[in-house]
């Protein structure tokens, strides 16, 4: 059984910054810890993602943006985003793949919308 809690949505203005963090529980091997994101009428999409080894991965939209950054031994991910725009606004999904038989985990999302 995995737990995961979100925490960090919010509102900002274009330009603004925001810090999403997701702490899961589990005793099982976590490979890797990531963020998704969906806009009404999308499909939901990679932000970032980092594996075990530390490496991260990021979307072509973010890249420069945003840094994604992960605590292995607490099971900690966090997305710090900064310079915002109106298109980053979306439900942001935590993500997590397990080591043993790749399992798929989701956290249950948080709004992030960006307005002026």
């Known amino acids: 059984q995995v737990q995961m809690v979100e925490s960090g949505g919010g509102t900002v203005h274009p330009g603004g910054s925001l810090n999403l963090s997701c702490a899961a529980s589990t005793s099982s091997a976590i490979d890797t810890m990531g963020w998704y994101r969906q806009a009404p009428g999308k499909e939901r999409d990679l932000v970032a993602r980092?594996?075990?080894?530390?490496?991260?991965n990021y979307a072509d939209s973010v890249r420069g943006r945003f840094t994604i950054s992960r605590d292995t031994a607490k099971s900690i991910v966090s997305l710090q985003m900064n310079n915002l725009k109106p298109e980053d606004t979306a439900l942001y999904y935590c993500h997590l793949k397990l080591v043993f038989f790749g399992e798929d985990y989701w956290g249950q999302g948080t709004q992030v919308t960006v307005s002026s």
């Open positions: 980092v594996s075990r080894r530390g490496i991260p």
